[in-house]
Structures are given as structure tokens and as C-alpha cells.
């Protein structure tokens, strides 16, 4: 690495963060002397009452806050925060009525949308009234199986503003992937696109749909909303179908009412990416939620009253949630569906430049993939207006920071980030104040009591181990869906250590107080008995021009592990001895000897979820001979069948 940074903030700059504003008014309130963002954080974790007290009067939250601010902090679970709070997720969103932007859309280049926060609160008006005589109420459920347009976010609005509880995913995932999350949870109103468009096609859904509504008998009314323009004829052969225009057609607009429920009401029903077994449901409170993106999105993002918030991401994926809540903050949110190549590999970059976009959020292999495609926007667009790149999804590539800041945009804050749907937040993400050291995540989160502890429950520092978090937080599960006495949710984050959260991923401290993430816990690599993460080999194989992409698993083989790579390489680009002792190369001279694989094939495609994520374990199932549980949790299941019975795994 690096002894020199690849950005840093100007004296000036840091000091017109919102971050700073609040490390001042703790110092005031507080009789502190905190100086800056660690000792704001070390101060955030020892005293995790008052630093989200604090926060809900920084950022104005509006509700009730009650007499008590937290009851059982040393108990996880347990530990609850504003017991006595009475607030609405909706409400804190829809602060505003006037004809500025709230909402752009574009659907590759079929179709594009404005919508101002006006027009958003008349359509959440008409969509609240319609599901009030719908019989929704507080508690029950709206799934939705939409695209990331305008509709979703109204949709959304309108279920949390009557304390009902909203679920979504995309409309690419197939009938048992649907039916395997909402028939868990049975909702009332299920709402449903009638197609989407992917790459230049227009795909169309209605043979799928039929058997979903047919196996969600829960689901009383069905409305689908137009995208290809056929939502009349998907309606009418459906069961209790309508289309979205004439559900809302009776209603005029009026002022939108709240219904204020307590702190952790659930808001939002979230899957697990459901690889390994049926997908679990985590339940997630209002107030948590809330927080915890106000949180990220002011101190951690310095987002801004007016700013221009773009996240490429599906419904599918908890950062559709997170973006969602940018409008709480003042923000315009900048909405994509489709593919970000078509109908060019520079759209997305058209769409910040033309959209004057401030925060543009995106994937990691977004980021890789542009690099490989030889993207260049900083010689071909302007992007003046980003004030800030952030990247998530999987570990972001040292060599990915070069790119960004060579090809990109030099002047920005390149942000990477980490958490997951299980906390609908992060744990490690930006600080405004600090530099960008490359291949580093710059902090962990204020409110965060993130460590790294050894496999015997030991912190550790600059050696990799587990991530973990020690005090309670405010965006902690509500629980699981049917799962009342919460077995299933201590099994999943608090057996491996008493009274701590064990998040699952392979993490290691920096020399700078930042965070390198090495993978998932669980497809950690063990040659010999040495833990690998598999991100580590990414890095360094991705920085070849012959491969586009890559996958590492584990082997049992002769009483150890060894470890197997597969290669997606360029169209015709042939994997011979030399291509391998090119790739064991680099891999030996960039990460260890101990990295590099004893097999490396070619393959022609690597499985991913829904949300993009590369599937080490269902390959490792399959390598294996072990059955994948449940392949509809991925985008595209098929290419599994190239990982089965190979005979170069036979020796």
C-alpha cells in the first residue's frame, strides 16, 4: 500500500461538514472536548444513549421522543432504544410539498420520468387512500415485485405512512424466488409491474405472474403498474388484478395522514440473499431504519438539503431502502432501471452528468467492469457536480481506487462501504473529515462498536479476523418473521460470541484506523489451516486485461483444502499454461504463495444473486456433489451446471 493518500479533504472542507457540526454540538451539550471523528466515534459507542439522542435532535426526526432514550444497553439482543418513542417512517421522508425535483427516472433509454415532491405527496395521498379501503392497516403487509421507479417509492410511502409493514424485491426474480419471500409473509396487497426493460428488451412478466397470485392467496387485491404499457391487459388476466391508474382514479389528493406507532414498529420486511436454505425474513424497525440513514446519509455522506442522490441498485437489494431515505434529507433522488451498459457503457456517467448528480453509489463491479471496458468519463464527461463516489456489494479492488481516480475523477472522496440487509445500514463506511487510503474503507460508523476479534474472541489489530460489533445499535433487527421466541435470529449473529454481534465477515484494521473486508466468514479460504479471503485473490487476478471476472472456493481434498479458481476470461482469449503461470503470478507476488490455487479453470459464467453478489458457496455445494438449496435466490441459476462433475477436480 500507498504511504500517501489518494485524497484528502482541505482544512476547509472538513470543517463544513455536518459531521463536524455535530461533533460541536456534542461538545457543547455535553461538556466534551472531542476533537474529531475517532474520538467522536469512541465517544459514540462508550455513550450510545446519547449519541442517537443527539442525533434525533441534529436531524430533526419528527415524533414523539419520549422520556427514556435506551433500557437494557448491556443486552444483545435485547437492548432497545426510545422505548417510549412515537414516530411514522413516512412522515420524516414527506417533508416537502413544493415543485422542486424529488424524483428522475430512466429506464435504460425507453423511458424517463420526473416527479416533484408535489406530485410525490398527491400520488401518496391517492395510494394511501386506495389501501386504507383496501383494508390495510397497521401491521399488515404490501409486497412488491417492481422496478426502481417512481411508483415503488410512492407505494412504499403510502404502506409505512398507515403502519403497515412494506417488502419488495425485482421483477427478474422468478416465480419460486418470489413466492419463497412473500408466501412467508402473506401479504395483503401484492403490487406487481406488468414487464421491464433489460439491455434494450422488453421482458414481459405476465406468465409468471399468474402462478404468484395464484400461491399468494393472502394477497386480497392485486395492482399492476405500467411500464411496457400492457397493465391493462396483465390485469384482466389475473384474479383480483386492477391497474394502478384505476385503483387511484376515485381519489383526489389531500393532505397525507401519519399514523405515529412506536420506535421499532416494523417498517420493513428484508430477505438474506437465501443461497444456503429458504431466505430468512428480518424484520426491521421504523425509528432504527430511520436513524441509522439519517446517520449515514448526513455525518457519514454530508448529504444535503437539495443535493442529487443516486444509488444504482434494484429492489431487491437493501440499498434500494437506504436510497429511498435520501428524500428525508432534502434530497432529489436519481432512479435507473436496467442494465447500466445499455444502450452504451458510459449511460450511467450520461445520467450524472446531465442529472448534475452530487453522491453517485454504486457496486464495485460496476466500478471493475467500467475499468475492463476501458471507460474513461473523465476524458469524455463532466462530473463536476460529484461530490462523492461510493461503492458497495463486495470489497472494492486497490486497483479499483486507481481507476477511479485516474479515470474518473481525481477530486472526490472515494468512499467503499459495508454492512448489510441484516442491519439495513453500515458498519464501516466514509468519514467527510479523513482521507482515502487505497483499498481501504475509511471508518467505522459513529454509533458502531465495530472491532475484529480472533477466532477465540480476542480483538486484534492489522491481522485479519472476525468483524464484529460489541454494543448495541439502533438499526438491529426487530427479529425474524415467524420466529417467536427468536431462536433462528441469536443463532444467526450471537452464538459464536455471548452478548456480541458476529456479522460473518473476514475483516482486518488498517494502520490508519480504516477497515480492509476479505470476504464472508463462511467462504474464508483454509490451506493448511491459514484463513484466506477470497477478496484477496480477487484483487489481484482481477488486475489481469484477459480476466473479465473470477470465483475462488475451497476444496476438501486429501484430508486439507486446496484451493480452486475459476476465470471468466475476454471473448477469445484461450486459458493456457502460460495465461496461468501469468495469473499464480500475480497472485503469489501481490498476496502470498499461500493465495495461490492448486487449480485454475476456465469458465464461461459465474453465479451471482439477484443484488450481484458472486455465490462461493453454492459453488462450493456443487463442486462438492452437495445439493445448491435454493437456486431461485440466484440471477442466473444456469451457470451452475458449469461447476459440476468436472474431471480436472478429480486430481
Not at 477530486?411 to 481501504?440: H, M, N, Q, R, Y
Request: aromatic share 10%.
Amino acid at each position: 500500500m500507498s504511504d500517501q493518500p489518494l485524497w484528502s479533504p482541505s482544512p476547509e472542507r472538513v470543517k463544513a461538514t455536518q459531521v463536524m457540526a455535530f461533533l460541536g454540538d456534542a461538545n457543547r451539550r455535553h461538556q466534551l472536548r472531542l476533537r474529531d471523528y475517532h474520538e467522536l466515534h469512541a465517544w459514540s459507542t462508550r455513550h450510545p444513549d446519547l449519541f442517537w439522542d443527539q442525533l434525533w435532535d441534529f436531524c430533526n426526526v419528527i415524533g414523539e421522543k419520549g422520556a427514556r432514550r435506551a433500557v437494557d444497553l448491556d443486552t444483545m439482543p435485547g437492548a432497545r432504544f426510545f422505548p417510549d418513542a412515537k414516530l411514522n417512517f413516512a412522515e420524516n421522508l414527506l417533508r416537502r410539498s413544493d415543485e422542486r425535483d424529488a424524483l428522475v427516472f430512466r429506464g435504460e433509454d425507453k423511458r424517463s420520468d420526473r416527479m416533484s415532491f408535489a406530485q410525490l405527496s398527491a400520488l401518496v395521498s391517492r395510494l394511501q387512500q386506495a389501501l386504507k379501503d383496501l383494508g390495510v392497516g397497521v401491521g399488515d403487509r404490501v409486497a412488491a415485485m417492481m422496478p426502481n421507479m417512481p411508483e415503488t417509492i410512492a407505494a412504499m410511502l403510502a404502506t409505512t405512512s398507515i403502519g403497515a409493514v412494506w417488502s419488495s424485491c425485482s421483477p427478474d426474480f422468478g416465480e419460486k424466488g418470489v413466492l419463497d419471500r412473500f408466501g412467508q409473509i402473506e401479504p395483503k396487497v401484492f403490487i406487481a409491474v406488468d414487464g421491464y426493460w433489460y439491455n434494450g428488451k422488453a421482458l414481459r412478466i405476465a406468465d409468471k405472474l399468474r402462478p404468484i397470485v395464484d400461491q399468494l392467496p393472502s394477497a386480497q387485491s392485486v395492482v399492476i403498474v405500467p411500464y411496457l404499457g400492457e397493465a391493462d391487459v396483465v390485469a384482466q388476466a389475473l384474479p383480483r388484478a386492477v391497474t394502478l391508474d384505476a385503483l387511484v382514479k376515485p381519489y383526489a389528493p389531500r393532505p397525507v395522514a401519519f399514523e405515529r406507532l412506536p420506535f421499532n414498529h416494523p417498517v420493513y420486511i428484508m430477505f438474506s440473499s437465501g443461497t444456503t436454505g429458504v431466505p430468512k425474513c428480518i424484520v426491521h424497525g421504523a425509528g432504527g431504519t430511520l436513524l441509522q440513514h439519517f446517520k449515514e446519509h448526513r455525518l457519514q455522506c454530508d448529504l444535503r438539503d437539495g443535493d442529487r442522490l443516486f444509488y444504482f441498485t434494484t429492489c431487491g437489494w437493501m440499498m434500494w431502502n437506504w436510497l429511498a431515505s435520501g428524500i428525508g434529507s432534502g434530497a432529489t433522488l436519481i432512479l435507473f432501471d436496467g442494465s447500466p451498459f445499455a444502450p452504451t457503457p458510459a449511460v450511467l456517467w450520461d445520467y450524472a452528468q446531465a442529472e448534475r448528480i452530487t453522491l453517485f453509489g454504486t457496486s464495485a463491479k460496476y466500478i471493475d467492469a467500467c475499468h475492463k471496458e476501458g471507460v474513461e468519463p473523465a476524458k469524455t464527461h463532466d462530473l463536476s457536480a460529484i461530490r462523492l463516489i461510493t461503492s458497495t456489494g463486495s470489497p472494492l479492488a486497490a486497483d479499483s481506487f486507481d481507476y477511479v481516480y485516474r479515470s474518473v475523477k481525481s477530486d472526490v472522496p472515494l468512499t467503499s462501504i459495508s454492512g448489510g440487509t441484516d442491519i439495513i445500514g453500515c458498519f464501516v463506511l466514509g468519514d467527510p473529515t479523513a482521507p482515502v487510503w487505497k483499498g481501504e474503507i475509511q471508518a467505522p460508523g459513529l454509533g458502531m462498536a465495530v472491532d475484529v476479534w480472533s477466532e477465540d474472541g480476542k480483538p486484534v489489530r492489522m491481522q485479519k479476523g472476525e468483524l464484529v460489533c460489541t454494543r448495541p445499535f439502533v438499526s438491529m433487527p426487530v427479529g425474524f418473521w415467524n420466529d417467536p421466541d427468536g431462536r433462528k435470529y441469536r443463532a444467526a449473529y450471537f452464538e459464536r460470541f455471548a452478548n456480541t454481534w458476529c456479522h460473518g465477515d473476514f475483516a482486518e484494521w488498517t494502520a490508519h484506523g480504516g477497515m480492509i473486508i476479505h470476504g464472508r466468514s463462511d467462504a474464508t479460504l483454509n490451506p493448511g489451516g491459514v484463513r484466506i479471503g477470497t477478496a484477496e485473490i480477487y484483487a489481484q487476478v482481477e488486475q489481469i486485461p484477459e480476466v473479465l471476472e473470477a470465483i475462488a472456493i475451497g476444496q476438501d481434498w486429501d484430508n486439507d483444502v486446496r484451493v480452486l479458481l475459476f476465470v471468466r476470461l475476454k471473448d477469445g482469449i484461450a486459458l493456457d499454461e502460460t495465461l496461468r503461470n501469468k495469473i499464480r503470478l500475480k497472485i503469489r507476488t501481490g498476496a502470498s504463495p499461500r493465495h495461490v490455487p492448486a487449480k485454475i479453470l476456465h469458465v464461461h459464467d459465474i453465479p451471482r444473486t439477484k443484488s450481484g453478489k458472486i455465490t462461493e458457496l453454492a459453488v462450493r455445494d456443487v463442486v462438492h456433489g452437495r445439493p445448491v438449496k435454493n437456486t431461485e435466490a440466484l440471477a442466473n441459476p444456469d451457470a451452475l451446471a458449469l461447476y459440476r462433475d468436472l474431471p480436472e477436480l478429480r486430481t
